[in-house]
């Protein structure tokens, strides 16, 4: 005996496929598939930056400490969830590629935040150095076109910025871009 398709789930999937064309029109992407996220190309890198930093555990953080490595700073905030699965994206990636990459992240907000940030990392079980940063220092600092949060920014092992993005960048697109500069 056959069976005929229900005319309700065809109105499913007829619906299904609109919201995919209506997404499609957007811009919006769902597609699990994205393509490798790759560091430019050698001609187009930057200069090395300058920086040394101090970690709210007192521990430097330099272009000296972190050369001949890659380094992957998180630009976050205590206060957003996006920040928060940056952070742990963050986690992922240190306990992947240190001691081969160096992991930082560099938390915009006023020094009186310090209790707040040791919290923070205390909560979620940081284990990288957290430099808490003024965003007003911020806009003058060698990370000035790091403009919002949560963003991820690369530098390769002279400490050259290979690779951003602004948004949250999760561990496997962070892990790929770290594969091209090896």
Known sequence: M???????????ATAIAGVSCLGAL????????????????AAQKESPLQFDLEAVDGTRVSSETTRARNTVIGFITTYDLASQALANYL??????HVPRTNVVAIVLEAPESLPL?????????????????????????????????PSVLILDREGRPSWRKNGIVEAKE?????????
């Open 174 to 182: 962070i892990d790929q871009v770290l594969r091209g500069l090896e």
């Open 91 to 96: 986690k992922t990636v240190a306990r992947e």
């Open 26 to 41: 957007a811009g919006v992407s769902c597609s699990a598939a994205a393509p490798p996220a790759k560091p430019p190309a």
């Open 117 to 149: 940030v040791k919290a923070f990392a205390t909560t979620i079980r940081i284990k990288y150095p957290l430099v808490l940063v003024e965003p007003r220092d911020h806009a003058r600092s060698v990370f000035k076109d790091m403009k919002s949060v």
């Open 2 to 12: 056959s069976r005929r398709v229900r005319p309700a789930f065809r109105s499913i």
